[in-house]
């Protein structure tokens, strides 16, 4: 499996919408795209009305309910067509529909109407990164990044990270990834893939001492279990190795890292 194809693995949970990451269990993938609701004020009753819209389609998107998702979005946006939040609310209905020509219609109105709202250029950045386009996805992380009003600027930070991971650029991954961690010590995505980043780089202490606070926040993942195996039969604490082989065969048996262990490929 590629580090991309790895990377992409972890989008499993793809739409934090609300933030809603949840709290992690043993069979966790960590994922990117966290995405939190746009706010905007609202003053008029039509733009209340397109608020109230706005927020219960976010509610049936993150519940996969993806019809009446949309279907609330649109009326929210006849409501009111100036409300952003709304449109890029359709934008997330139709990235999870796979519709990416409508995805990017929605997101570049909501940006239009709101150019330097944090949550919708987070979500649009994910979107430009999984469409292929990471330059432009980390201009919109950057600004979402930047913005001093932004309550929950890690999410962003990991976004961009997460993205810089599947575009094999190692260093700026790094960067982003760090800044995370230094905002939410519990940060799992952040904290998984800076172990990545360090262990294939060949810091392993670095590496061991990542996977270790991760390791300290949940369960190991057939996932991490792996990388921590890795990292230690790197380091040759055979013990360490052997724990984690357990793991592996015990918990995982028939994943795709268990099955790599199987046939001896370590790297």
């Known amino acids: 499996m590629t580090l991309k194809s790895t990377a992409l693995s972890f989008v499993a949970l793809a739409l934090f919408v609300s933030g809603c990451a949840g709290t992690p269990d043993g069979n966790m993938e ?45 009326v929210a946006i006849d409501a009111e067509s100036g409300y952003a939040p ?27 109407l709101a150019p330097g709202d944090p949550e919708i250029n987070n979500d649009f950045g994910w979107f430009l990164c999984q469409t292929g ?65 360090t262990y294939r780089s060949n810091r392993l202490d670095d590496a061991r001492q990542i996977i270790k606070d991760l390791h300290a926040r949940l369960d190991p993942t057939s996932e991490s279990a792996w990388l921590a195996l890795r990292i230690e039969r790197k380091l040759g604490d055979r013990e360490a190795e052997a724990r984690f082989t357990g793991i592996l065969h015990r918990k995982y048996r028939g994943s795709p890292e268990q099955q790599k262990l199987s046939r001896g490929e370590f790297d």
Request: charge should be positive; charged fraction near 25%; hydrophobic fraction near 45%.
């Open 30 to 74: 960590f994922s990117g795209v966290e995405q939190a609701a746009s706010r905007q004020a609202a003053t008029s009753d039509a733009g209340k009305r397109a608020m109230v819209h706005t927020e219960l389609g976010r509610l049936y998107l993150q519940e996969g309910s993806y019809e009446v998702a949309l279907e609330r979005a649109r």
């Open 86 to 112: 709304a449109h890029n609310l359709l934008a997330l209905v139709y990235m999870t529909l796979r519709q990416n020509h409508l995805a990017e219609q929605s997101f570049r109105r909501a940006l239009q």
């Open 133 to 197: 386009k990471p330059k432009e996805s980390n201009v919109h992380f950057r600004v979402a990044i930047a913005n001093p009003l932004h309550q929950s600027p890690g999410k962003a930070l990991t976004n961009a990270g997460l993205c810089a991971v599947m575009s094999k650029d190692d260093r700026l991954a790094e960067e982003y990834l760090v800044r995370a961690v230094r905002l939410d010590r519990a940060n799992l995505t952040a904290l998984f893939w800076l172990a990545d980043i």
